[in-house]
């Protein structure tokens, strides 16, 4: 069944609902599109992690999502941006909201950013 998904996206609650029904145990990623989807998202697929939209992203709502032991990615792309044209402060705005995992198709921006503040493990 995992061949049919894919280039299946994180927005694709049917496709994660499949790979769930697969294997319960399974890792899921699902997007909330607004903070108010954060809760449901989480109840219907276990609550381990949540895929957030820099728009909504606040350090209150992060600090809630660790007591909850539950993982927050938010990507910082060129193509979704925070406020401003600089990455560095796209950057700066999830790191001071504390959130898990920083994704970004320029790392070789993100790793210096994340290299000055120490807040990068080198996990090699």
Known sequence: RFEKLEGVVRHNLAALELVRADDP?????P??????DIAPLLARFGGAAVHLKPRYVTR??????????VISLVNVIHAQ????DDLDEGYEAMAEAGVSIIQTNRPSSLLPYLNRRRLHVDVR
């Open 31 to 36: 997007l909330a599109q607004q903070a108010g």
């Open 60 to 69: 209150a709502l992060v600090d809630d999502l660790r007591r909850q032991q």
């Open 81 to 84: 941006r925070t406020a401003t």
């Open 25 to 29: 145990q399974a890792f899921v990623l």
